[in-house]
């Protein structure tokens, strides 16, 4: 089975940063895209940013211009950098990576923003 494991999830200020990666155990060159959804209390799993196997990024319209997504082929990662982090964005985002016939999905890590 393909393994994500996300890490950097934590509690920050508002308007501070945090910094989550996802580790995959196999190559991230089998996959389509890769990226981090997010799910807030009584909220649906929205996407919050995604990058192509070309290097092709989107974002959601509620993090664009404060949040960057990149991964590292030779790691085996894809990083979310998150900035001006407001309350809003507390939620438990999850790491994914998509292939020809699947997703995969993290175990989900939690961002708290205090106000």
């Known amino acids: 089975q393909v393994q994500l494991v996300e890490s950097g999830g934590g509690l920050v200020q508002t308007g501070g940063s945090l910094r989550l990666s996802c580790a995959a155990s196999v190559t991230i060159f089998s996959f389509n895209s890769l990226g981090w959804y997010r799910q807030a209390p009584g909220k649906q799993r929205d996407l919050v940013a995604a990058i192509t196997s070309g290097g092709t990024t989107n974002y959601g319209d509620d993090v664009k211009g404060r949040f960057t997504i990149s991964r590292d082929n030779a790691l085996h990662t894809v990083s979310l950098q998150m900035n001006s982090l407001k309350p809003e964005d507390t939620a438990v985002y999850y790491c994914?990576?998509?292939?020809?016939?699947?997703?995969?999905w993290g175990q989900g890590t939690q961002v708290t923003v205090s106000s």
């Open positions: 994914y990576a998509k292939n020809m016939f699947d997703y995969y």
